[in-house]
Every structure is written in structure tokens, then in C-alpha cells.
């Protein structure tokens, strides 16, 4: 596996597609009418896909456990990631694709296609892995998005954490919404997670309780977890408990570009501070700074990630994280 000096290697599997952003859309169209939109936009996106180009952009290297399909859109979004990472498998499919149709208030209603990631097997995972060395880190995002890859992921995260490779999940939301089944099967993998990193709707979601408040709603969710929860705050940035205490690393005020991707880039500079060995406080702070500068960004910037690293190892505490 590529590595960068004796670091500890990252791998990031899961889900890619392509968004196309059209809009705004107003009036919404009638059925059988044509609509012209200003705005046009089609980019990498899905778990996997907003993870890497965060990754590239802060310049840190990862393993990517990836598919697109068969198609010209699958070779586009091959291309895109060609100079920094190793090249997806083909899945003989269309590539997945999102529209996201954007309304004048800026709320977005999307249209997906499963495509590629209906068929997409979780072997290269399993394979990844098995070649990993103990000490690497391995975040699996988009999993409800991989209907192949749902049911084995208990196993093959329990797999990962008996060979000492340290696990994170981000499973988003699950498009059948949080039956018990759904709950259940994510328990199953929570059991063999080292850090999970769900948002407040999520997490109340799994736990079936739309009000709680984010200390509630992680001791709540603490004994069904192996390791730690981060949980994204949106503009209140990120939550966890140190120790007893519930901390929160606040999030920068901003203007707002776009926040497509913003739980996603937060996953990847997390992960770049735990590979190194960033006190955890620092952690998620480097990593509630480094989505907040992306969302507040038009066209999408990353800070160079040396330079976060250095800022928040230098002053852990006062980088930002503090007692909620
Ligand atoms: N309005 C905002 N102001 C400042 N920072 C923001 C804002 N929205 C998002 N962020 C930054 O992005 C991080 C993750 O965002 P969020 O909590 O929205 O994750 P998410 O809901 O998982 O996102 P996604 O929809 O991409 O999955 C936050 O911790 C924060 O650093
Ligand atoms: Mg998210």
C-alpha cells in the first residue's frame, strides 16, 4: 500500500457517484414541461467521492476502496482522482448519478440512481483489510448507499479491528429511513467501531428520539459503540464527551458557499489528525476547522494540511475545543 514515510497508512471505502446541480427551478415544473435553469454544475460527489477530494485537496494520501461503472460518466470520475489516488474498479453498471435540483430559498430536492453501487461486492474491502498493517486507519462512509456491502460490514469491520486496524463508519441516512431493522443491523457494526461519526439527526434517528439534545443523545449512544462518537454539529461544529464531560469544539462563523460534503470533509481531516497522533481535542477541532473554511469557500478550498496539523498540535486546547 502507498504510504507516506513510516505513517500510518489511511484507507477510505465507500460510495462515488456523479451530482449534477441544476436550479433554480421556479416555479417547480408541470409534468410534461420543459424547464431553463442559470445555474449548472456536475461534480465527484457521494461519501467516498467528497472524502477524497478533501483528502487531495489538504495533500494527504489514502488507499481508496472505490467503483464507478462501465460508462463515460465512470471514466470522468476515474479521472478526476487519476493523479492522487489508485483507480476505481469498473462495475459493469451505469455510474450512479444525483440531481440535485436546487430551489430558489436554497433548499435542494435530489433524484438518485443507485447504478454502479447496486452491484458493487464488499471483497476489495475485505481485501483491504487483509493487506492492511495494524495501526492504519479505515473509514467506511456511505454504507446505506451499498446495499452488497450493508449486511457484511459487522464481520468485516470485527475482521479489521482483530488485525489492529483502528475503524471509523459514517453510515448517513438511510434511505428506508431508521426501521428497527435498520437499527439493528447498524448496532451490529457499531459493536466493531472505533469512531463513529453520524450527524444529530442521525444519531437521533438510530436512537428513535427526535429531541435529544447532543449530550443525551451520546450517552445514550455510548455503550452500543466499541470506541468513541463524534457527532457534526452543523454551524455549532462537532461534540464528543472527554472522559465524563461533554466538549464541544465550535465551529468559526462563516458565510455559507455550500455545504455539499461538508460531514465528509470533516471525516477526512479527523482521520489525518488521528493518523497523526493529534490529541483528540485537537483532532476534531483541526477537523470542525477545516469543513467550516470548505463550506465557507466558492470554488471548494482546503487549507494545506502540514500547517492545520501544526496549528492545532501546538496549542490543543486553545485551538479551539472546549467544555459544552
Ligand atoms: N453553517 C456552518 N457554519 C460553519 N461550519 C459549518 C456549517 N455547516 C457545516 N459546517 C462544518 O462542517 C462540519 C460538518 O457539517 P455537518 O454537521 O453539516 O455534517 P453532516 O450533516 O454530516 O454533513 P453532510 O450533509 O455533508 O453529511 C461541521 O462540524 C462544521 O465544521
Ligand atoms: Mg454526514
Same mark, same amino acid.
Do not use: C
Given at each position: ?25 421556479? /416555479?417547480?415544473? #408541470?409534468?410534461?414541461? %420543459? ?15 467528497? =472524502? ?19 460508462? $463515460? ?8 482522482? *487519476? ?11 451505469? =455510474? ?51 446495499? *452488497?456491502?450493508?449486511?457484511? &460490514? ?7 479491528? %482483530? ?6 463508519? +459514517?453510515?448517513?441516512?438511510? =434511505? $428506508? ?8 443491523? =447498524? ?12 450527524? &444529530? ?8 428520539? $427526535? ?24 454551524? +455549532? ?6 472522559? +465524563?464531560?461533554?466538549?464541544?469544539? /465550535? ?33 476534531? #477541532? ?39
Amino acid at each position: 500500500m502507498p504510504r507516506g514515510g513510516d505513517r500510518p497508512g489511511l484507507i477510505v471505502a465507500g460510495n462515488a457517484s456523479i451530482d449534477l446541480l441544476l436550479g433554480p427551478v421556479a /416555479p417547480w415544473p #408541470a409534468v410534461g414541461t %420543459e424547464a431553463l435553469v442559470e445555474r449548472i454544475a456536475w461534480r465527484l460527489g457521494g461519501a467516498l467521492g467528497n =472524502t477524497a477530494l478533501a483528502l487531495h485537496g489538504l495533500g494527504v494520501h489514502a488507499e481508496l476502496v472505490w467503483d464507478v461503472g462501465d460508462d $463515460e460518466a465512470g471514466q470522468g470520475l476515474a479521472a478526476l482522482l *487519476r493523479a492522487a489516488f489508485e483507480p476505481p474498479r469498473i462495475q459493469r453498471a451505469p =455510474t450512479s448519478v444525483t440531481v440535485a435540483l436546487t430551489h430558489p430559498s436554497g433548499e435542494r430536492t435530489f433524484v438518485s440512481h443507485l447504478g454502479h453501487l447496486a452491484v458493487s461486492e464488499p471483497d476489495a474491502l475485505a481485501a483491504a483489510i487483509e493487506a492492511a498493517a495494524p495501526g492504519d486507519l479505515l473509514l467506511v462512509g456511505g454504507t446505506f448507499l451499498l446495499p *452488497r456491502w450493508r449486511l457484511a &460490514l459487522p464481520e468485516l469491520f470485527a475482521r479489521a479491528r %482483530e488485525r489492529g486496524v483502528r475503524t471509523a463508519l +459514517d453510515t448517513g441516512w438511510p =434511505t $428506508e429511513g431508521w426501521t428497527d431493522a435498520v437499527r439493528a443491523e =447498524t448496532f451490529a457494526t457499531l459493536a466493531h467501531v472505533d469512531l463513529f461519526l453520524p450527524n &444529530l439527526d442521525e444519531v437521533r434517528g438510530l436512537l428513535g428520539d $427526535e429531541d435529544l439534545a447532543p449530550d443525551a443523545a451520546l450517552r445514550a449512544l455510548a455503550p452500543r459503540v466499541a470506541g468513541r462518537v463524534v457527532v457534526k454539529l452543523g454551524p +455549532d461544529g462537532a461534540g464528543y464527551f472527554d472522559g +465524563d464531560r461533554f466538549a464541544t469544539a /465550535p465551529a468559526p462563523p462563516i458565510e455559507v458557499a455550500d455545504t455539499v460534503g461538508a460531514g465528509d470533509t470533516f471525516n477526512a481531516a479527523i482521520l489525518a489528525g488521528l493518523r497523526d497522533d493529534l490529541p483528540w481535542d485537537a483532532a476534531v #477541532a483541526a477537523a470542525v476547522e477545516v469543513a467550516s473554511q470548505a463550506v465557507a469557500s466558492s470554488p471548494r478550498r482546503y487549507p494545506e494540511w502540514g500547517s492545520v496539523r501544526r496549528a492545532h498540535s501546538a496549542s490543543p486546547t486553545a485551538a479551539g475545543a472546549r467544555a459544552g
